[in-house]
T-cell receptor, first 115, second 113 residues
């Protein structure tokens, strides 16, 4: 079974600075997808960024980018120019390429943004 | 606007009682999901459905039941067999089989009286 680990329960960043959230996963599969979801205080889950394992290029969405290290099974999220609205819980998630649409989530990292 | 509606926002259950959480979507999505979230933990999959009249158990299905009689509706029943039901429940959907959940509802918080 796949596992997803987020080793940082809480992180804080100064507004306008850059922060990196860590995620590692364990799998024996070669075909899979990785995701970062944001859950603000409203509790709505919002997809931030997605990475296909077969792609070597790191995904980027505006101020959000990932550092995907397939051999190390690491998938960190970098948030540049942090904004107050970035404060939320962030969840890393894994989905097998073969198992339909079941996601395995990490335990989450709470990000605080200081003005 | 299309989206997922979960109701109620807060729900209380008495000992030995079954309760049903509602999830409705107007996105015309084929797949729907129920997740449970406990404090300090990620989401765990309870059940999911890829088409009408079909559903599959997730990682923690014991003590829960679902139905998918209509494409837009995927209610979750928390039965009396679920001994620790206090949690936050999220419903989600995706447009087709093979895609990850793309839309989430606002959630229902279930507590024990």
């Amino acid at each position: 079974a796949q596992t997803v680990t987020q080793s940082q329960p809480e992180m804080s960043v100064q507004e306008a600075e850059t922060v990196t959230l860590s995620c590692t996963y364990d799998t024996s599969e070669s075909d899979y997808y990785l995701f970062w979801y944001k859950q603000p205080p409203s509790r709505q889950m919002i997809l931030v960024i997605r990475q296909e394992a077969y792609k070597q290029q790191n995904a980027t969405e505006n101020r959000f980018s990932v550092n995907f290290q397939k051999a190390a099974k690491s998938f960190s999220l970098k948030i540049s120019d942090s904004q107050l609205g970035d404060a939320a819980m962030y969840f890393c998630a894994y989905r097998s390429g073969n198992a339909g649409n079941m996601l395995t989530f990490g335990g989450g990292t709470r990000l605080m943004v200081k003005p | 606007d299309g989206g997922i509606t979960q109701s109620p926002k807060y729900l209380f259950r008495k000992e030995g009682q079954n309760v049903t959480l509602s999830c409705e979507q107007n996105l015309n999505h084929d797949a729907m999901y129920w997740y449970r979230q406990d404090p300090g933990q990620g989401l765990r999959l309870i059940y999911y459905s890829q088409i009408v009249n079909d559903f599959q158990k997730g990682d923690i299905a014991e003590g829960y039941s679902v139905s998918r009689e209509k494409k837009e509706s995927f209610p979750l029943t928390v039965t009396s067999a679920q001994k620790n039901p206090t949690a936050f429940y999220l419903c989600a959907s995706s447009d087709r089989v093979g895609n990850q959940p793309q839309h989430f509802g606002d959630g229902t918080r279930l507590s024990i009286l």
